[in-house]
């Protein structure tokens, strides 16, 4: 297989209610949407950069130059392409993995569906439904986030996440667990404390939670250990795993009990599967997490949610829950699960008319 041309476009996506963290409040999600075209068909992709450097150092017009500019070029050279010679091709160039598991993942789903192979079939899924999950921003006021809870309880999500920050974390969790008992119940700091606060999170042990999602900075992963000595409940790492490697050494250190694998932020599903591994190796549970993908991540993230090491729900929620229209035929929460597609690659298929509405620019490259 050769690769013989790549599309990229840029989309805007607009929520259907604004999505606040302590990264900031998002009220449009954009986002590439990668159309690798090879001598055996074409496959799709989707670059999880966010607008603006604040989830990662990651951003949409620095992951459209890089892959213009340096990884697309390297890919072009290799002769008898196919997903899995994408990240060695690319290794040189550091970092960019967001980018880079977008390139991947549109080669290997042209690969995969020249072969009728799904994506399921080929990470080695063992589910054909995936449990589903549902993550909830910070709210104004905790009425408000009571009102959003119960209304994803009533679609049958099967777990709830609670973003917090120091302000909104105690109260906000001693609410939830009051009005709705005994709910599968985890919250995501997204890297907003600091090794000072540790005392204070341990006021969460009394909630039952599953898990706190990344509490301190990423790159602290002496500090996640040394923070697990203190709480109770499971310290789950997100932003700090970035390889399987790095899975390896936080397992190793103690700084973890749980994994958030994000495929985006990995640099691919191929690495995603990998980090599977170790963790499964070491008796860790994971999860996918989400980075408000349309139905072509969608799509992917459910194939790497159905191997046997995601025991947790994990945030692979229904279409509805961030866009009134997707680009895809909408994934639909049917009794708390998502079906995992069985389509040749990832086994969606945008749907054009969709797709042309939420682009703002396209742009051809040739080989």
Known sequence: M???GIELRVIEMPLVAPFRTSFGVQTVREAIVVRAVTTDGEGWGECVAMQDPLYSSEYVEGSMDVIRRFLLPAIAQVDDLDGSKVAPALEQFKGHRM???ALETAILDAE???????????????RAEVDCGVSVGIMDSIPQLLDAV??????GYQRIKLKIEPGWDVEPVRAVRERFGDILLQVDANTA?????AQHLALLDPFDLLLIEQPLDEED?????????VVRTPICLDESIVSARAAADAIALGACAIVNIKPGRVGGYLESRRIHDVCRANDVPVWC???LETGIGRAANLALAALPGFTLPGDTSGSSRYYAHDI???FVVTDGTLSVPTGPGIGVTPDMDALEAVTTRTEWIAF
């Open 221 to 229: 992963v002496i500090g996640h250990a040394k923070l697990a000595e």
């Open 289 to 291: 997490g989400g980075m």
């Open 112 to 126: 995969l569906r020249a072969g009728g192979i799904s994506l399921a079939r080929e990470l080695g899924a063992v």
């Open 99 to 101: 980018s880079k598991a």
């Open 193 to 197: 404390y600091r090794r000072g606060d």
């Open 2 to 4: 050769k690769l013989t």
């Open 328 to 330: 895809t035929e909408p």
């Open 150 to 155: 119960d209304g994803y309880l009533a679609e």
